[in-house]
């Protein structure tokens, strides 16, 4: 379908958020946590997770994308260079396996990295929206402290919501960034707070390398059971040569 580019905020120095209107005509249904894909004009296409939860439609029909500019990269050079507000793109979807499973009620893992952020926020915002009241800990792992580009939005919902616990992580925090949180690789925090992860649920997005570590750690040595892990990793150009 077409799409309107509505806003394009900058929220850190390598990530954009875009607001997108969708046509009034249809409405356009999809799981917290799914993701679409952008046709390029060369037939290529670029996958983005959705941030906003499906009940945000019903008011105005539109999504919300985080995304991270990969310098020489076809489509983010774009968004980071000449896009501006009412540009046309077109898309497709929803995509995506990483959904929360409501048939189960085991204690989830929520893990992101990067702009990993933005379907674990709608996630968030949608299990709030449904007044679930399921165990969930939100590992977010970034670089430095700027790449918590919404750092304020998940600590209020984890103040809020009392089945939420949110815990940051930096990878390399900076002195400048005055850092007393956790450090180190954001699937690392899991385990050392979680050794045995045999009655969870994990959902992880974000960096292949993160996700692919996470899947192979948490089974190996926490006893999550390989059917409980749910990702979506977001792969590039970069990752396929
Ligand atoms: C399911 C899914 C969800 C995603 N969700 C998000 C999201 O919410 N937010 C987000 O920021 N990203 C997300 N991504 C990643 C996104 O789809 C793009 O891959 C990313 O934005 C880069 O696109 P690009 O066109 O700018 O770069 P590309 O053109 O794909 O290039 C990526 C990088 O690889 C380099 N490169 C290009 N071609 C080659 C080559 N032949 N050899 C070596 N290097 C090369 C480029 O210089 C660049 O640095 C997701 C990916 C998937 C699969």
């Known amino acids: 379908m077409p799409c309107r580019v509505t806003t394009l905020t900058r929220a850190a120095p390598d990530v954009a958020i875009v607001q997108l209107q969708l046509p009034a005509n249809e409405v356009f249904r999809y799981r917290a946590g799914q993701y679409v894909e952008f046709l390029l004009r060369d037939g290529s296409r670029r996958s983005y997770s959705i941030a906003n939860a499906p009940h945000t439609q019903t008011a105005a029909p539109g999504i919300e994308l985080h995304i991270r500019h990969m310098p020489g990269g076809k489509f983010t050079d774009h968004v980071f260079g000449a896009m501006q507000a009412k540009e046309i ?22 893990l992101a990295s990067g702009t990993g952020f933005a379907p674990v926020k709608a996630i968030i915002d949608h299990l709030e929206h449904l007044g679930s009241t399921r165990a969930a800990t939100f590992y977010w792992g970034c670089r430095t402290r700027a790449d918590l580009y919404q750092l304020d939005w998940a600590q209020a919902a984890a103040a809020r919501l009392p ?3 949110f815990v940051p992580v930096l990878s390399e925090p ?10 180190g690789l954001v699937h690392h925090a899991v385990m050392a707070d979680l050794p045995d992860l045999s009655d969870h649920q994990v959902y992880a997005c974000g960096a292949p390398a993160m996700v692919d570590a996470a899947q192979r750690d948490f089974v190996a040595r926490c006893g999550l059971p390989a059917d409980e892990f749910y990702a979506d990793a977001f792969t590039s150009e970069a990752d396929k040569h």
Do not use: I, N, Y
């Open 89 to 110: 793109l077109r898309l497709e979807g929803p995509f995506g396996s990483f959904f929360v499973r409501d048939d189960s009620d085991l204690p989830m893992v929520l």
């Open 163 to 165: 089945w939420l616990a």
């Open 174 to 183: 900076r002195p400048e960034d005055a850092w007393s949180g956790r450090t």
